[in-house]
């Protein structure tokens, strides 16, 4: 199913929130006449034509909308706008609405049937959301290191969801009173902080299901799933290919040419490398089965080092003066064979 929750339907249709069933009907209407494929021949306008539809089949049905509504928020800003006019008319006719009063209709009431009357064209008692509604799921994107990504990991990520008002239980009335904690809505937009644990071998553009961490159900409706979009960073030394690790090692200088021993993270610990003396920049070190292991652990790839020298960002001039004292020493030419090539 399209997750309609993360798009702005009414933005699409070209109308307020608060627009009436008969004016989003003929908003509607003057789009279709505008994007329909039999009218316009602009491609792009296809898939226009198409979210527009898909919004109006939303918002065009009272149950679709209502339940859109109130997990956007939307039905809350309904709530306090019909609140304000409300409150408005009743300054100005206060004997009609004293009337209203005695005759044993209250003014939560009245006024949650006048919204639902106003915006989704149909008449309701006082408990609107008394049918079930399940919760929407929740997409986010996380990124991680090509580590986690290869060992798996244990992530804390940060989630806005919609649950039932814990005050008035999600029915939005206390008493007959519109419930102040969620100004009548029934649900409460959280902050929420959960851990997720990341398996072992996601890839970018895999997604983590965490169930039931989504949107909370209403009236007894499923709760929605947490979904993880993965996108694994690129690393600056170090690569995957199939079974193999490869790894970008920069050595200094003096180390390309005495040699040294280097540790290197790899997927259970860290192995500990020998550069043999005179290894110059690009040289292969391939070090068995210090690869990533398959599933059934009866093979492993290799880590395969590209050495890599590097220079430091400053030199003291004692440094300087020794390559002065190294440059004057040496009589190779490094670039004979750069010239006698054919
Ligand atoms: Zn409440």
Redo the contacts with the bound molecule.
């Keep these: 199913m399209v997750n309609y929750y993360n798009r702005d339907l009414y933005k699409t249709l070209n109308v307020n929130i608060d627009a009436t069933a008969e004016e989003i009907k003929s908003a509607y209407r003057k789009l279709v006449r505008k994007y329909h494929p039999d009218v316009s021949k602009n491609v792009d306008n296809e898939l226009k034509f198409k979210e527009i539809q898909e919004a109006y089949e939303i918002l065009s049905d009272y149950e679709s909308r209502k339940k859109y509504d109130v997990l956007k928020g939307f039905y809350s800003e309904k709530i306090k706008k019909k609140y304000e006019q409300k409150v408005n008319e009743a300054k100005e006719k206060t004997d009609t609405y004293i009337k209203k009063e005695q005759k044993n209709e209250t003014f939560s009431s009245s006024l949650n049937q006048a919204i639902d009357k106003l915006f989704y064209g149909k008449k309701l008692d006082n408990n609107p959301v008394r049918h079930s509604v399940n919760g929407e799921d929740i997409n986010i994107d996380l990124k991680i290191s090509c580590f986690e990504s290869l060992n798996g990991t244990n992530r804390k990520v940060n989630i806005l969801h919609t649950e ?11 008493n007959d009173t519109q ?10 937009s959280l902050q929420k902080k959960i851990n997720v644990k990341i398996p072992k071998g996601v890839k970018t553009g895999s997604k983590v299901r965490v169930r039931k961490e989504g949107n909370k159900g209403i009236n007894g409706g499923k709760d929605g799933d947490l979904y993880l979009n993965i996108t694994v960073e690129k690393h600056p030394y170090f690569e995957f290919d199939g079974l193999n690790i490869l790894c970008v090692l920069p050595i200094t200088p003096f180390e390309a040419v005495l040699g040294t021993e280097v540790s290197v993270p790899v997927p259970d610990g860290s192995v500990s490398v020998k550069i043999p003396p005179m290894t110059s920049s690009g040289q292969k070190l391939k070090i068995a089965a210090q690869g990533i292991e398959n599933k059934t652990k009866s093979k492993r790839g290799d880590l395969i080092i590209t050495v890599q020298i590097k220079l430091p960002d400053k030199l003291s001039q004692s440094e300087i003066d020794l390559y002065n004292n190294l440059k004057n020493l040496s009589a190779y030419d490094i670039r004979k064979d750069f010239y006698n090539a054919k």
């Design positions: 039932p008002c814990p005050k008035c239980g999600g029915r939005k009335f206390i419930c102040p904690m969620c100004n009548g809505t029934g649900m409460l």
